[in-house]
């Protein structure tokens, strides 16, 4: 199959202002505000910018939450864009959106929207979080050549992609997240404790009790099959993101990094070209979203 991939004309990449990218899982909501003023670098931080939180979907009125969170921190809000795996959440989000501002810009961020070429059969298909991964990772390598990177997700599942050094998406791997692990080994059993990933990153190897051993063998058996994926795949560049990239992060064997909100800058970024782009490239930037007409505001 003969593909040619889409690479980003610009080397360094900055947001616009007044954004709201959210990046809606199976258990969290991840909200990124994008202001101008805050010097949000768009990719590679290290740490979690503070313009950047996540909302458990689960607990209780999240969306007036995250809503909130929002006003608090962005006042001057002119366009939301919604990315999800889903859908019922999205819809819920998006209408309380419409309930407190009525009239709200607000976006959904589709599969043919992301400027990423994959060779793969169906990819309106697979996650769009992780071809949102895929063009954050190339904003910071515009090719070609890139670097071929293992791109890691590590949430309520962990992707494990392979993005090669000409920027095509060539597919990847998915395992249960560490969550959905702990609870798969709850399923039927009795008493089986709470897991914490987060606070303790020491691993005591053998587990001297339940949570040990459980948190040896849950972590292990990540670890291990983002190390094997990576050689595999052969790249030299591992980047991990998602909720869990830090308690995974210590245990890996490959070099790495952690760069927090890789979806949400993908969110932001997929709307700075004109809906014209091709195969061959991206036209000059359009105006801000603010200023575009109703038929631009899509994505």
Not at 30 to 50: C, E, M, Q, T, W
Not at 232 to 251: E, S
Request: glycine residues 10%; negative net charge.
């Amino acid at each position: 199959m003969s593909v040619q991939a889409y690479h980003p004309s610009a080397a360094s990449w900055q947001p616009p202002g007044g954004i709201v990218a959210v990046d809606l899982g199976n258990t969290a909501a991840k909200v990124l505000i994008s202001d101008a003023l805050a010097g949000i670098r768009p990719f590679g931080s290290d740490h979690v910018s503070p313009l950047s939180r996540s909302f458990a979907i689960d607990a209780g009125p999240w969306t007036d939450e995250a809503i909130d969170w929002v006003r608090q921190h962005a006042p001057a809000v002119h366009q939301w864009r919604l990315a999800s795996v889903n859908r019922g959440a999205a819809s819920r989000l998006q209408s309380d959106i419409l309930k407190r501002f009525p009239g709200a810009d607000v976006l959904r961020v589709v599969h043919d929207r992301v400027p990423v070429t994959s060779d793969l059969a169906a990819p309106q298909r697979i996650g769009i979080d992780r071809l949102l991964c895929a063009f954050a990772a190339g904003l910071a390598d515009p090719g070609p050549p890139q670097r071929a990177t293992t791109l890691v997700d590590a949430g309520s599942a962990v992707t494990v992609d392979f993005l090669d050094d000409q920027g095509i998406f060539r597919g990847g791997a998915i395992l249960p997240g560490l969550n959905l692990q702990a609870r798969s080994l709850a399923t039927g059993t009795d008493l089986l404790p709470q897991i914490d990933w987060i606070s303790e990153t020491s691993l005591q190897s053998p587990g001297k009790d339940t949570v040990a051993a459980i948190r040896l063998g849950i972590l292990s058996g990540v670890a291990g099959a983002i190390d094997r994926l990576a050689t595999r795949y052969g790249t030299d560049r591992v980047l991990i993101t998602g909720g869990d990239a830090t308690a995974i992060a210590p245990h890996l064997s490959v070099r790495h990094r952690v760069c927090h909100d890789m979806v949400g800058v993908g969110i932001l970024a997929c709307r700075c070209w004109s809906p014209s782009e091709s195969a061959s490239g991206p036209t000059d930037p359009p105006p801000d979203p603010a200023d575009a007409t109703p038929s631009q505001r899509h994505c």
